[in-house]
T-cell receptor
Framework: AQTVTQSQPEMSVQEAETVTLSCTYD???????LFWYKQPPSRQMILVIR??????QNATENRFSVNFQKAAKSFSLKISDSQLGDAAMYFC??????????????FGTGTRLQVTL | GAVVSQHPSRVICKSGTSVKIECRSL??????MFWYRQFPKQSLMLMAT?????????EQGVEKDKFLINHASLTLSTLTVTSAHPEDSSFYIC???????????FGPGTRLTVL
């Protein structure tokens, strides 16, 4: 079974600084996707970034980037120039590759990010 | 982006009653919908996966007779919590897939409180 581990229950960063959230996963699959989701106080899940396992290049989305280390099964999220609006719960998630029907997401336990002035 | 709605956003009911939560994909056809439960300060736990026109597949430990899932159309899935008890109080989130790149799009969630 696939597992996703987030070892940092809480993190804090000053506004405008950079923070890295850690995630490791375990799978025997070769075709899969990794995601970072943000859940603000509204509880709406928001996709931050996704990475296809077959791509060697790390995904980036504006101030968000990942460090995908496939051999180490590590998938960390770097948030640059942190803003107050980045404060939220961040979940790392794993999904197997598409096989005719949509595959379920497996979530980590989450990291609560605080952004301070 | 694709939009998924849930109704109601919050519901309070008495113990022993049944509650139905709707999940709709507003601008795409959702061949698969997922139902998650999230307890306070915890992660999302998948309850079941439903494909349109088929019976739902439940995760281990989730009672099929208690959490009835119907996915009768490509835009609507419902979760009915039967004979609800206080321990069923939680935040229920659906997601829908069928859009581009097999992406999952999440609804805003439903907060259920059972008194």
């Amino acid at each position: 079974a696939q597992t996703v581990t987030q070892s940092q229950p809480e993190m804090s960063v000053q506004e405008a600084e950079t923070v890295t959230l850690s995630c490791t996963y375990d799978t025997s699959e070769s075709d899969y996707y990794l995601f970072w989701y943000k859940q603000p106080p509204s509880r709406q899940m928001i996709l931050v970034i996704r990475q296809e396992a077959y791509k060697q290049q790390n995904a980036t989305e504006n101030r968000f980037s990942v460090n995908f280390q496939k051999a180490a099964k590590s998938f960390s999220l770097k948030i640059s120039d942190s803003q107050l609006g980045d404060a939220a719960m961040y979940f790392c998630a794993y999904r197997k590759g598409y096989r005719g029907t949509a595959s379920k997401l497996t979530f980590g336990t989450g990291t609560r990010l605080q952004v301070t002035l | 982006g694709a939009v998924v709605s849930q109704h109601p956003s919050r519901v309070i009911c008495k113990s022993g009653t049944s509650v139905k939560i709707e999940c709709r994909s507003l601008d795409f056809q959702a061949t698969t919908m997922f139902w998650y439960r999230q307890f306070p300060k915890q992660s999302l736990m998948l309850m079941a996966t439903s494909n349109e026109g088929s019976k739902a597949t439940y995760e281990q430990g989730v009672e099929k007779d208690k959490f009835l899932i119907n996915h009768a159309s490509l835009t609507l899935s419902t979760l009915t919590v039967t004979s609800a008890h206080p321990e069923d109080s939680s935040f229920y989130i659906c997601s829908a897939s069928g859009g581009r790149d097999d992406e999952q799009f999440f609804g805003p969630g439903t907060r259920l409180t059972v008194l």
